[in-house]
């Protein structure tokens, strides 16, 4: 999680404490937690799907930290995107344990809400020119598929393009440890469609 914080630090401008990021999947809240810890003029809005409220709420409880907020109820693929003003977004382990229609669903919210300078990061594996980098995410991919068929590990070409046409930019793809990366893109002043 180091190398997570490692990113947030690079990206996020220290400037007062009204910059503020919503999680979306936030699961336990453990990446809310130590990156909020130690990111203090971050403030931090956790958000998931109605069952995994409670836990959180806990959890948050317990860290007592003043720039971590939420539970937001928000499911991808059902809800509106929060009505809040948010700076970027974040999504760990998310793309490939929903369908493909559901993230282009998100991308387009987020290309719809978020303003000029927005960041955006996407944590987890990605496929590259159509090769997965392990053993261990082709026995991954080919459990979540047994589970579900919409979904899958996504590709990378495909979610770059998804954010190009919601009006996003890659800035940076970072390489993480257990073949995860993380996918860093800001907005830009206008959409760009692709041609």
Do not use: C
């Not at 809310?32 to 003029?41: E, G």
């Not at 993380?182 to 760009?192: A, D, Y």
């Amino acid at each position: 999680m180091d190398e997570l914080l490692r990113i947030f630090n690079e990206i996020i401008p220290r400037e007062g404490d009204n910059w503020r990021m919503l999680e979306i999947g936030t699961g336990s809240g453990h990446h809310a937690i130590h990156i909020a810890r130690h990111i203090p003029w971050l403030q931090w809005v956790t958000s998931d799907v109605p069952y995994r409220q409670k836990a959180i709420q806990k959890n948050l409880k317990e860290a007592k930290l003043p720039n971590v907020h939420g539970p937001i109820e928000f499911e991808v693929g059902k809800d509106d995107f929060p009505s809040q003003k948010f700076n970027g977004a974040f999504a760990s382990q998310l793309l490939h344990v929903i369908s493909w229609k559901e993230s282009k669903s998100l991308i387009k919210q987020l290309g719809n809400r978020l303003r000029k300078g927005s960041q955006v990061l996407f944590y987890g594996p990605f496929r590259y020119d159509g090769k997965l980098a392990s053993e261990r995410l082709e026995e991954l991919d080919k459990s979540l598929k047994e589970k579900n068929a919409a979904n899958g590990i996504r590709a990378f070409e495909d979610v770059v393009r998804a954010m190009l046409k919601a009006g996003f930019v890659l800035k940076k793809d970072y390489t993480l440890p257990n073949d995860n990366h993380v996918l860093h893109f800001e907005r830009l002043e206008h959409v760009v469609e692709n041609t």
